[in-house]
């Protein structure tokens, strides 16, 4: 296979897909026609990104492409519709980072919590201004309020029992079960975490379902003064709600995901509330520690060599979670050429549309079970005429 780079990767990966006898091109940082040029030019059979934006264009650039790997948790910044539509197979690696992500989000809560920024800005400029840096209200004993418990948000909840802090979170999938096992109390909504909470960190996938999770409602629910630290997406958080809660309710923010971010490393830039002494931003590096680009980075090198061997994708985000299969196709067949192209031909004269196909062979490799689940009208003609081909054993049809 041929597999484009596109983006920062570690050095031990690059080295373990050539080991394995691939073509590897590393050309970190392309985005835009740069991307869409080089998957021309090097026909690439498999891509992997970290932040790049990969669209239609991309993905139509290299007709040998088969498989686009996200170096990293979301997958957001993937046309995984066109994707799917193409026949071009997506996966991530999630929980790889989870690590670095609580790590930078604990702190963001103690720079807003003791104004470290301010503090360290201050001080370079030549201004002694302790007055005005000790009235933090520390973070022991206070609630740390989680919305999202998926990887990242368990590691939060593990970090804030070190700091002395009570735990409440709210997630679509977490039950009461999982929270006494985790040592938190589990909330019935975001509105209630959010009044609860003396601090909250958001930690979830940006979805159609999650856009603007924390809106007005979200920040009129919250406790005056208090902390709200987002390093999800820019998607779940609404920039305006929030800036006129800073200014009306006091509470303090840090984002590692602000609205407008560039889509390179490095460059000008400006947002609305830079300025506010109560925003803080940093520059998306949730993810970006060497453990953790170590981490994704075998990930990555793991699901491209699987897929390589086995053509089996894992963490695949594009697979249908149910086909519309309505009846499975059992042949029991002797293990001889051409036995299963002769139930596809009846399968499709039948007008049988095939949605997923197994094969399982016996011991002694003399004879096979295939299984097929279809979607279509099965008739007694079409099953009588695949039981009479002369290497099959049996078949049978049931509705799923």
């Known amino acids: 296979m041929t597999i484009l780079v596109a983006d920062s990767f570690s050095e031990a990966g690059l080295e373990a897909l050539k080991q394995a006898g691939h073509v590897v091109v590393f050309e970190q940082g392309l985005s835009g026609g740069a991307l869409t040029n080089a998957l021309a030019e090097h026909e690439a059979d498999a891509l992997v990104v970290r932040s790049t934006k990969v669209t239609a264009e991309d993905l139509d650039a290299s007709p040998d492409l088969e498989l686009v790997v996200r170096a990293g948790a979301g997958y957001d910044t993937i046309d995984v ?4 539509r193409r026949g071009i197979f997506v996966a991530n690696c999630p929980g790889k980072n989870a ?58 909840a593990v970090r804030a029992k070190a700091f002395g802090m009570h735990v409440v979170a709210w997630s679509r999938s977490l039950t009461d079960e999982d929270a006494a096992a985790l040592g938190i109390r ?19 996938a940006s ?40 200014d009306e309710k006091g509470i303090r923010v840090a984002t590692d995901v602000p609205s407008g971010e560039p889509a390179g490393k490095e460059g000008e830039w400006t947002h609305p509330l830079a300025g506010h002494p109560h925003f803080y931003i940093t520059h ?8 953790a680009t170590e981490a994704i980075g075998d990930e990555a090198v793991r699901i491209v060599l699987t897929y390589s ?10 697979l249908a979670d149910h086909s519309p299969a309505t009846h499975l196709l059992t042949v029991r067949h002797l293990d001889k050429v051409g036995v299963l192209a002769s139930v596809l031909d009846a399968a499709r004269e039948a007008e049988w549309n095939v949605q997923e196909m197994e094969n399982l062979i016996f011991a002694g490799a003399e004879a096979a079970c295939a299984r097929i689940r279809f979607d279509g009208q099965p008739d007694p003609r079409t099953l ?6 002369p290497d099959v054993l049996n078949a049978t049809v049931i509705g799923l």
């Open 81 to 84: 519709e066109g994707a799917s």
């Open 99 to 156: 690590a670095a992500v609580a790590e930078l989000a604990f702190g963001l809560i103690l720079s807003l919590d003791r104004r470290i920024p301010d503090n360290v800005s201050q001080a370079r400029e030549g201004r002694w201004n302790k007055g005005a840096f000790t009235e933090a209200a520390g973070v022991k004993g206070r609630t740390l309020g989680l919305i999202g418990m998926g990887n990242i948000g368990r590691e939060m």
């Open 186 to 204: 589990r909330e019935v909504s975001p509105t209630d975490v959010a009044a609860e909470s003396d601090v909250i960190s958001v930690h979830v």
């Open 207 to 246: 979805t159609p379902d999650t856009q603007n999770l924390i809106n007005e409602e979200f920040v009129a629910a919250m406790l005056p003064g208090a902390l709200l630290i987002n390093t999800a997406r820019s998607s779940v958080m609404d920039e305006a709600a929030v800036a006129k809660a800073m």
């Open 284 to 291: 998306h590096i949730g993810a970006s520690t060497e453990q």
């Open 309 to 318: 061997d086995t053509g089996r994708v894992e963490n695949c985000v594009n």
């Open 384 to 389: 009588g005429r695949i039981n009479e081909l």
